[in-house]
C-alpha cells in the first residue's frame, strides 16, 4: 500500500514538474514593440507559446515603409533579441491633377502631411480647405466650382453675337461679335466674362 502511494506522489510531483517547466520554457509575448512606426505581424499576433527559439516578426505601421532589416526578434535564454527593422514615412508623390485647383505641397507629401486647397480666380472652393494623407493616400477633400458669372450680352442692332445659352456666362467665356452686312462694327469684336462678374469691353455698336 505504501508503495502504491509513493508511485501515486511521485507521478504527481512528475505532472507537476512537467508543467512547470513548460511554462518557465514558454515566454510571454514582447510588449515592447522595436520603434513607434512597428507593429506585430497577424503571425505573431497568434501565437500562444513562445519557448527558446520562437522566432517573432515585427512590421511597419499602416502607412510606413520598410527601408532596411527583417523584422525578426528571436527568444534566446528567456529574452527578445531586437529586431533591425527600419521604417520610414511613406511618400504619396504629387496628387493628381484636379480642375481648376491649386495644390501647396510645399509642406510636403509624407504620410500624416496637410496641404492647402485654393482655387482659381473666378471659382469658389467648396468643403475643407486641407488635404491630408491618410492610409497612405489623400483624402478627398473638396471641389472647385464656378461662382462668378456675368449677365447675358443683349441683343446689338444690326448685328448679332456668339451667345445662344439660356445660362449666363461665366468666367473667363468670350462673346463674339459681328454686323449685318453693310454695317460697321465699333469697339471690341470680343468681350470676356472677369472675375468681378463684370465685361472686360462694353458691348459694340453696328453702323451704317
Known amino acids: 500500500m505504501k508503495v502504491f502511494l509513493d508511485t501515486g506522489r511521485q507521478r504527481k510531483l512528475l505532472i507537476l514538474y512537467l508543467f512547470i517547466w513548460n511554462i518557465a520554457a514558454a515566454r510571454p ?48 535564454n528567456g529574452k527578445w533579441t531586437e529586431p533591425d527593422i527600419i521604417c520610414r514615412k511613406k511618400d504619396c508623390g504629387p496628387l493628381e491633377a484636379k480642375p481648376h485647383m491649386i495644390f501647396d505641397t510645399s509642406q510636403s507629401t509624407l504620410f500624416g502631411a496637410i496641404l492647402k486647397v485654393t482655387c482659381e480666380e473666378g471659382y469658389h472652393l ?44 461665366e468666367y473667363l467665356q468670350k462673346i463674339n461679335f459681328s454686323c449685318n452686312t453693310g454695317y460697321t462694327l465699333i469697339g471690341s469684336v470680343t468681350m470676356t466674362c472677369t472675375s468681378t462678374g463684370e465685361y472686360d469691353y462694353g458691348p459694340p455698336q453696328c453702323i451704317g
Open 29 to 76: 509575448l514582447p510588449n515592447v514593440e522595436a520603434g513607434e512606426y512597428t507593429v506585430l505581424t497577424n503571425e505573431s499576433l497568434i501565437m500562444h507559446e513562445f519557448p527558446d527559439g520562437t522566432v517573432i516578426t515585427h512590421e511597419c505601421r499602416l502607412g510606413y515603409v520598410k527601408t532596411s532589416g527583417t523584422g525578426t526578434s528571436n527568444c534566446v
Open 126 to 169: 467648396l468643403g475643407l480647405r486641407f488635404k491630408s494623407l491618410n492610409s497612405a493616400n489623400w483624402l478627398v477633400c473638396c471641389t472647385c466650382q464656378i461662382v462668378v458669372t456675368c449677365s447675358k450680352p443683349a441683343k446689338v442692332e444690326n448685328g448679332e453675337h456668339s451667345w445662344s445659352s439660356d445660362d449666363k456666362p
